[in-house]
């Protein structure tokens, strides 16, 4: 089986860390990354910036130079980020703004139609949000006017599921990423979620799974295999990220 993974960290002291929320995360190199992965068949990827690295490009830059081609990468910018630094961050593979509204985010949502939008249409990057679905409500229209949008570890609340659907049936895409993280039903909501919208659904590790109750483990995998059949599994794990990723290039 191959594993696109859409959403892992990779933490390097050389680079600027911040605290954040009185957090400051472990250590996680691109070696640790590939030795805790070792056993999977990675094929391909997605380096995600934390609230904890700020606006540093520099480390993920440096990441997906040494994870390879078929990485990407997912930064954070400030809103008056220049064109010819999200161009130049483009032909260095990443492909993605996240706003990281669940911990103190560094933009503001009051910026997002804005970004999103400008990305887009300079790039064609999409937008990522980490946040409690049951916010949602708040900003489902402007989400659903956004060309690209993708939201993590499956929304995070039971609360804010029937939103979390209502957009995945605009073509919102959701990262089955941090099983732990959430009060959801992990295999329910997974299910809900792919019965809407197969091409929606992309697997992350999650890894090093900094500040969720429950480290990433292969007992992740199995609950995937044993609530899809294999042609959807096909999907979660490999092709459903690696077109929502490739294609931004």
């Keep these: 089986m191959k594993l696109f993974d859409s959403h892992f960290h990779i933490i390097d002291y ?13 250590n996680y190199s691109v070696q640790n990354y590939k030795k805790d992965t070792k056993n999977l068949n990675i094929v391909g990827g997605t380096v995600v910036s934390g609230s904890f690295q700020g606006f540093d490009q520099q480390y993920l830059t440096n990441a997906l ?5 078929n990485f990407y990468g997912v930064t954070q910018l400030p809103i008056e980020v220049s064109n010819q630094e999200i161009l130049a961050l483009k032909r260095k593979r990443v492909t ?12 503001s ?4 139609r804005y970004f999103s ?7 064609g ?5 980490y946040l409690n679905a049951k916010t949602l409500t708040q900003i489902k229209d402007t989400l659903k006017s956004l060309p690209l949008v993708s939201i993590d570890h499956l929304g995070l609340s039971k609360e804010g599921l029937p939103t979390l659907l209502d957009l995945v049936d605009h073509g919102v895409h959701v990262k089955a990423t941090g099983f732990s993280r959430g009060d959801l039903d992990v295999a329910d909501t ?13 697997f992350g590790t999650d890894l090093p799974s900094t500040r969720a109750p429950r480290p990433f483990s292969k007992k992740d995998i199995q609950l995937v295999q044993e609530s899809f059949d294999e042609q959807a599994c096909e999907n979660i794990f490999y ?6 990723y490739q294609k931004k290039q």
């Design 14 to 26: 050389n680079y600027p860390i911040i605290e954040n929320q009185g957090y400051l995360p472990p």
């Design 65 to 69: 130079n040494k994870l390879g081609k």
């Design 96 to 107: 993605a703004v996240r706003f990281n509204i669940q911990r103190g985010g560094i933009e």
């Design 109 to 112: 949502l009051k910026n997002l």
């Design 117 to 123: 939008e400008r990305i887009y249409e300079l790039a």
């Design 125 to 129: 990057w999409h937008t990522e949000l």
């Design 190 to 202: 997974m299910k809900q979620i792919y019965n809407i919208n197969p091409d929606a659904l992309m």
């Design 239 to 244: 092709r459903n990220a690696l077109n929502w």
